[in-house]
Each structure stands twice: as structure tokens, then as C-alpha cells.
């Protein structure tokens, strides 16, 4: 997370959007990782995260 906040801070403004909506919607290189996770029968942890929120609530815990 520091990582990720300094690199934005060192942005300007179309930086920042950049750099976040390449997290968001993934790079060339990590979609393409993603397939072959999926190929391989492997399961993302972006597949399951709404059933491992709901399960792992902190304030359900």
C-alpha cells in the first residue's frame, strides 16, 4: 500500500487517473496472466473476492 501511495503522489492529475485505472482494469501483461491462471484450472482470488468479503467480514467475525 505505501508503495502504491507514493507512486501516486508523484503523479499530476491524469497521472493518477492512469495509474489507478491500470489497476482497475489490468494491464496487457496481467490480463494475460489472468487467462492462463484460468486455463490452467486455477482459481483467482478477483473470482471469489464478493463470497470471501461476505465471509470474511469484520464485523461478522
Same mark, same amino acid.
Given at each position: 500500500?505505501?508503495?502504491?501511495? *507514493? =507512486? $501516486? /503522489? #508523484? *503523479? =499530476? $492529475? /491524469? #497521472? ?46
Amino acid at each position: 500500500m505505501r508503495l502504491n501511495k *507514493r =507512486d $501516486a /503522489l #508523484g *503523479r =499530476d $492529475a /491524469l #497521472g493518477k487517473v492512469k495509474y489507478y485505472w491500470s489497476a482497475i482494469c489490468g494491464t496487457e501483461r496481467s490480463i494475460d496472466f489472468a487467462q492462463h491462471m484460468e486455463e490452467e484450472g486455477f482459481t483467482r482470488f478477483e473470482d471469489i473476492r464478493g463470497e470471501f468479503s461476505k465471509r470474511f467480514d469484520p464485523e461478522k467475525l
